[in-house]
């Protein structure tokens, strides 16, 4: 036996549009004759809380009117006061659900119903949503994938996991809940979700991500005082202890002798001076190294815990490979400077400007993959404010970011070429705007990568772009300041500022021809901007709407 009692709007086959359902609760009772029991089970509850009634929700109690009541719904006038007598006098204002049936939430969580609903009421999640998964006898009924996809989309709004509120997940014992809060976490461990997943994950890949870029900062001293050629062999197993004796160091010596740069350019070099440039390649080295216990250790140790798994555990494997293939590059990138037939010509040995300029973007690559990881692990969702930033702040970030790679790779380039020690003037070179022989080569794409007046020209124009970007990302947040939220204001202050510098060092550096710590710095503070702009992206991603 099945009662309707309570109040009921007229509920009109055309409808679907923006009702309010009276406060006094509609229930309907049945029996489930295999159970021999009767639930009830309330449909709609407050007027307070607006959302917006799906069609299709509106058609299944049509349904179950006519087939109960054996009348439609239009027929019905159940204790209805006289605002609800016709559908034109329904009111505009949206009503809420409290505990919903499968189809109710299966057509909610479709993609036309989700913009629908978010469209007509922004703050419809505060009350809605934290009312939808109420009832623990309904949501057995709900398809896992339903479930995970509410989750999902709940996440995405509130910034909270369901198991971190009092009315999302499904009730579970406590073992098997514990199970999946585990599994959920195992699972975006390193994904970019809208909370904290593990922190001891963070912590780890923030580290390795300073690591990452103290191994740049050195590689780039390395490349400086020109020890990337005082290794003459690759063992990296063997060669992870320097030379002990003095007979050690004088047979590392006479190899370095055999070298095309020694016989070039440091013939007459005394031991002690090899000893200095041999060490810097030496910690080069023996810090990559220590990467990969640093990387693989915790890598095994998460694994066999359980923090790291499916997705994220593939993710972990990929940041190792890279790594690894890291240092197999940059043993093929000094290669190129110890082989004879590449300076045949009487040029100066050093090692291919190409093969530098991949060395660096793959480190960089690496750098950016665990510094964004990180921050997706240890960094909360920016407090809710009333409209996402305009578009523009995003899309003018990201430009900047891709011009600021792409600066990068051409200041490899520089540094191959030793491209930085010729027209040590700003801003004209050679007395021109535009220097004589700036497309000598052939074929012409040459120039661009060969050439060193080209390179440097190249490399000045795009740290000006570089530059005017970065100022109008910050001109642009300020402009806009009211409606972007503080944290996002700071990381343009820190884009700005790190332009400014780099544009300083950059021509300071040019101008006094390239003196190690200058050019270091200039090296250092390029990574510095690069991790800005980062910090920028990802906090303008992590902004929550009202």
Not at 151 to 174: E, I
Not at 431 to 439: A, F, V, Y
Request: charged share 20%; hydrophobic share 40%; with cysteine.
């Amino acid at each position: 036996a099945t009662m309707w009692s309570g109040s009921l709007p007229l509920l009109s086959q055309r409808s679907c549009s923006r009702r309010v359902i009276p406060s006094r609760v509609i229930q309907r009772k049945f029996t489930i004759t295999s159970e021999r029991e009767q639930r009830t089970e309330k449909l709609w509850g407050s007027r307070q809380i607006s959302t917006k009634i799906p069609a299709k929700m509106v058609t299944v109690l049509e349904e179950d009117v006519l087939i109960l009541e054996k009348r439609k719904p239009v027929d019905l006038h159940l204790d209805q006061t006289p605002d609800f007598a016709t559908e034109s006098s329904f009111p505009t204002k949206l009503c809420s659900f409290r505990d919903i049936d499968r189809s109710l939430i299966t057509s909610l969580t479709t993609p036309a119903m989700y913009k629908g609903m978010k469209a007509s009421n922004p703050i419809w999640n505060a009350g809605t949503m934290s009312r939808m998964l109420h009832s623990t006898r309904l949501q057995n009924t709900i398809p896992e994938k339903t479930l995970i996809e509410f989750n999902k989309r709940w996440t995405q709004l509130t910034g909270l996991t369901p198991s971190q509120t009092h009315f999302g997940m499904r009730s579970y014992s406590t073992e098997q809940q514990k199970s999946n809060d585990n599994q959920s976490q195992h699972n975006n461990a390193q994904s970019d979700q809208d909370f904290v997943q593990n922190p001891s994950i963070g912590y780890w890949l923030a580290f390795m991500a300073a690591a990452v870029l103290g191994i740049i900062i050195l590689g780039g001293l390395t490349r400086l005082t020109e020890s990337g050629l005082s290794i003459t062999e690759w063992k990296p197993f063997r060669g992870a202890l320097p030379p002990i004796s003095e007979e050690d160091w004088l047979a590392e010596f006479e190899k370095y002798k055999q070298s095309p740069e020694y016989e070039k350019i440091n013939r007459g070099m005394t031991l002690d001076q090899f000893k200095f440039i041999y060490f810097m390649e030496w910690a080069h080295r023996q810090w990559g190294r220590a990467l990969g216990v640093f990387f693989g250790v915790p890598l095994i140790y998460f694994a066999l815990k359980g923090s790291l798994r499916g997705k994220s555990l593939l993710k972990a494997l990929g940041l190792m490979a890279l790594g690894g293939s890291q240092g197999a590059l940059g043993w093929y990138m000094v290669k190129s400077g110890l082989d004879h037939k590449n300076f045949e010509d009487d040029s100066v040995p050093r090692v291919s400007q190409y093969r530098l300029a991949a060395h660096l973007s793959m480190a960089v690559t690496l750098y950016s993959l665990l510094f964004w990881m990180s921050m997706n692990q240890l960094t909360k969702r920016i407090p809710a404010i009333s409209q996402k930033p305009p578009m523009v702040l995003k899309r003018l970030a990201i430009g900047t970011t891709a011009l600021t790679g792409i600066t990068l790779f051409s200041g490899a380039l520089v540094a191959g070429l030793d491209a930085g020690l010729i027209y040590n003037e700003f801003p004209l070179m050679g007395g021109h705007w535009i220097p004589h022989g700036i497309l000598a080569k052939v074929p012409l794409w040459r120039n661009f990568f060969e050439n060193d007046t080209t390179v440097q020209f190249d490399h000045r124009v795009l740290g000006i772009s570089t530059y005017t970007l970065s100022a109008l990302l910050w001109g642009l947040s300020m402009y806009h300041r009211q409606r972007i939220p503080r944290p996002l204001l700071l990381a343009s202050h820190g884009v700005f500022a790190a332009a400014n510098l780099q544009v300083a060092l950059g021509i300071t550096t040019l101008l006094t021809f390239v003196p190690v710590p200058l050019a270091a710095a200039h090296q250092a503070n390029a990574l510095v901007l690069w991790t800005t702009l980062l910090t920028y992206l990802h906090r303008y991603k992590r902004i929550a709407v009202k």
